[in-house]
């Protein structure tokens, strides 16, 4: 099993930054990429971005692209999403999730352990 804790949500105003943060600890070694999704009142859960552990390959939805960028410390077994330019469209759940295959997949059903979420605010 993998734990995974997020932190670093919270309110900020339009264009403003913020930077989360995801803990994993358990079988961390069995986990090849690391996600962030988020989920906002009535809708789907979204992916957002990803980051294969070993190699440092990253992938980005396409509203996101340019202003978040998906970065990891492996030997903290951390995971960090920061943002910039934030806005209120980006108000959502954040959630980390992790997988245990080797290719980088969109879609929540791709991904094995999930985080309770952080919770993002971004006024206008």
């Known amino acids: 099993q993998v734990q995974l804790v997020e932190s670093g949500g919270g309110l900020v105003q339009a264009g403003g930054s913020l930077r989360l943060s995801c803990a994993a600890s358990?079988?961390?070694?069995?986990?090849?990429?690391m996600g962030w999704f988020r989920q906002a009142p009535g809708k789907e859960r979204e992916f957002v971005a990803a980051?294969?552990?070993?190699?440092?390959?990253?992938y980005y939805a396409d509203s996101v692209k340019g202003r978040f960028t998906i970065s990891r410390d492996n030997a903290k077994n951390t995971v960090y999403l920061q943002m910039n330019s934030l806005e209120p469209e980006d108000t959502a759940v954040y959630y980390c999730?992790?997988?245990?295959?080797?290719?980088?997949?969109?879609?929540?059903?791709?991904?094995?352990?999930w985080g309770q979420g952080t919770q993002v605010t971004v006024s206008s």
């Open positions: 999730a992790a997988d245990r295959s080797q290719r980088i997949g969109v879609s929540r059903h791709d991904y094995d352990y």
């Open positions: 358990g079988r961390t070694y069995s986990v090849y990429v």
């Open positions: 980051i294969k552990r070993n190699s440092g390959n990253t």
